[in-house]
């Protein structure tokens, strides 16, 4: 940032950048002025240059702050000091210094490591804060204030849904779970810390080694605690293999020696597992390493403990970073795109179409796809250009091709897009979001395939259940996986939320009414709903759900009319309070939900 900083005017951009990238200030040249968009290549620098001037130190709690800000800046100017808790309580400070240089002299002044036979120091840009030896020095109170304190923390489920729960219409509630839930100015930075890490100890071991974060963490659709794809290349030009092929690699005389993969296994997978390897032995914070070696991309899974991400690494999917930067586009142009996507994948995740875990079902890449086909439908005016409009624009400077020669080209820079290309309609969050469950409750998915390449349905090539053609490899189809039950729950469910939604037409609102009714988990909607009590909204408290006496049977009597009865005698507290003791749950998930609620004290 600093370099652009020199350079000229500040420019904040419009709200409708509201979010993880946005809220950075943008530095531009003056001849920049009229510049609307920033391309994606222009925020990731920006973050890697933050990742290579930041350090994670790990501290006693928030209130060292004054102590490692006074200790650190005996040796470098320090731009901001961002604080954050891992799930395991432990606390840690980012620091963001003035420059990499500065950073350099903080490095030098460590000390080594601890002195245990079995550890092998190792840099990283992982550090911990010793408490000091005998005097303790003293600082100066500072003036600067930590950036955040406990930036990680993801927003309380019981909180947001009271939030929802007043807004005044659909849309406002689209938005605010847009703005509650988004991956963060912290989020993003420790992603782009976990990378740089990588870079930092595998330096060696590859030339011009870059690891770049790809998927939901970077491409504007991320929710706090998304995972990071990572994808680590060591191509000496960054984008354009032919060129490298073609040009640069005649400008330059001396060429490192190589090491040739030796033996039968394929040497990608042999990369994998000796990557799997140093994760264990050598990347401090890394740990429940799992290699995944057979499938069409091998991947290593870890999760990160002192960042709190779970991480999936890969090599040379350049292909990832360009999809990725694909939908980044696509959610830039539009205020509504992202939180709208967002609302899609968190009510599919509620009602279970989606899942972590790969399966038979739809995961959030293919999901995504099926908003922005949405977004591109000409009827009511198309809010996203196709992508082979954003090809027939593209110019030299957008030429990228990635492993395998796929042509991953198209308009970068969306400041070259005619404005009436996009955003020509006006509905709002609410109007679209009906019409997206109303479109594909109507969609023949039998005969049909979806495809943003085009922004209108094609015919489908074979009769898997669903086909999303993959936008950068137009013969695969990204939902391949979908079993046939699953399409037909997607078609179910869609129509049973635009049921909902329309419901919510007539103005009452019931204690699900809107997106509530859509994104809470299915298992616990009907319970916690019940638990809400008259337009207070306030929650009863669960322990008086139960008997006293834990081993008698479960009535067989349904939980509603149980609560309604118990709604009633919660009128009567003060007079009445052996009544309210005699409530059973009817099934054991419904007694778990409430033991869970319970142990998470959200009562
Ligand atoms: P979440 O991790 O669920 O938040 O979303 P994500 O977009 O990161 O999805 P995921 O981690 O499953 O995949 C990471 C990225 O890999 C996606 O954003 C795509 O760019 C790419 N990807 C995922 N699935 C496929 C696929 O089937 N084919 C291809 N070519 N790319 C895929
Ligand atoms: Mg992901």
């Known amino acids: 940032m600093s370099v652009l900083l020199q350079t000229g005017k500040v420019y904040l951009l419009r709200k409708q950048f509201n979010n993880i990238f946005s809220k950075c200030i943008f530095y531009r040249k003056k001849s920049d002025v009229s510049r609307k968009f920033v391309t994606f290549d222009e925020i990731v620098a920006l973050r890697r240059a933050e990742a290579r001037r930041s350090l994670v130190v790990q501290v006693n709690s928030e209130?060292?702050?004054n102590e490692l800000h006074g200790y650190c800046s005996k040796y470098a100017s320090i731009n901001d000091i961002h604080h954050y808790r891992n799930s395991g309580g432990e606390h840690f400070m980012l620091i963001e210094f003035n420059s990499e240089e500065n950073l350099k002299d903080v490095l030098k002044s460590c000390?080594?490591?601890?002195k245990d036979v079995d550890v092998m120091g190792v840099q990283s840009p992982f550090l911990w804060f010793r408490a000091s030896s005998g005097v303790r020095e003293k600082y100066e109170q500072s003036i600067k204030q930590l950036a955040v304190k406990d930036g990680s923390k993801s927003v309380n489920e019981e909180v947001l849904y009271e939030e929802l729960l007043n807004c005044d219409s659909v849309s406002?509630?689209?938005q605010m779970l847009y703005d509650r839930t988004v991956l963060n100015d912290i989020g993003v930075r420790l992603r782009y810390m976990v990378a740089r890490q990588l870079e930092v100890v595998f330096s060696s071991l590859y030339a011009n080694i870059r690891v770049q974060p790809f998927g939901s963490s970077v491409n504007g659709f991320g929710r706090m605690g998304c995972d990071l794809d990572l994808v680590l290349s060591n191509n000496l030009d960054e984008h354009n293999l032919i060129s490298f092929v073609t040009q640069s690699s005649q400008k330059h005389r001396l060429v490192y020696q190589e090491k040739k993969s030796e033996g039968a296994r394929s040497p990608s997978q042999r990369h994998m597992e000796l990557l799997g390897a140093l994760l264990e032995l050598r990347v401090p914070g890394a740990g429940r390493v799992q290699r995944i070696l057979n499938a069409r991309v091998p991947i290593v899974k870890y999760s990160h403990e002192l960042a709190d991400v779970d991480c999936d690494l890969c090599c040379n999917n350049t292909s990832g970073v360009y999809m990725s930067e694909l939908l980044w586009a696509l959610g830039a142009l539009d205020a509504r795109v992202r939180p709208l996507t967002g609302a899609v994948r968190s009510w599919a995740r509620a009602v279970a179409l989606t899942n972590a875990h790969p399966g038979r079902w739809l995961t959030n890449f293919p999901l995504t796809l099926l908003?922005?086909?949405?977004?591109?439908?000409?009827?009511?005016g198309p809010i996203l250009p196709s992508l082979n409009y954003l090809i027939s624009l593209a110019g030299k400077?957008?030429?990228?091709?990635?492993?395998?020669n796929l042509n991953c080209t198209f308009l970068r820079d969306l400041n070259k897009l005619p404005t009436d290309s996009y955003s020509q309609n006006d509905d709002d969050l609410q109007t679209l979001l009906f019409k997206f469950f109303e479109f594909y409750s109507q969609f023949e998915f039998q005969d049909k395939a979806i495809s943003i390449n085009e922004g209108r349905a094609i015919r489908k090539p074979n009769s898997l259940p669903l086909y999303v053609v993959n936008p950068l490899e137009q013969s695969l189809n990204v939902s391949r996986n979908v079993s046939y039950e699953e399409c037909e729950r997607l078609r179910l469910e869609v129509r049973n939320a635009a049921w909902h939604l329309e419901s919510c037409l007539d103005g009452h609102k019931s204690d699900d009414w809107g997106i509530l009714g859509l994104v809470e988990q299915k298992s616990s909607r009907g319970l916690k709903k019940l638990?809400?009590?008259g337009n207070s909204h306030r929650l009863v408290s669960v322990k008086d759900l139960f008997k006293d006496n834990?081993?008698?049977?479960?009535s067989t009597e349904g939980i509603r009319s149980k609560m309604e009865k118990f709604k009633k005698v919660d009128k009567l507290t003060d007079t009445n309070k052996e009544k309210k003791s005699e409530m059973r749950f009817k099934n054991s998930q419904t007694a778990r939900e409430v033991f869970r609620i319970r142990r998470n004290k959200l009562i």
């Open 371 to 380: 908003v922005l086909f949405f977004l591109q439908q000409k009827q009511s």
């Open 397 to 404: 400077e957008d030429i990228r091709v990635a492993e395998e």
């Open 550 to 554: 834990d081993d008698v049977e479960p």
């Open 531 to 533: 638990l809400r009590v």
């Open 63 to 65: 209130s060292s702050f």
């Open 111 to 114: 000390s080594s490591h601890q």
């Open 172 to 174: 406002d509630q689209i």
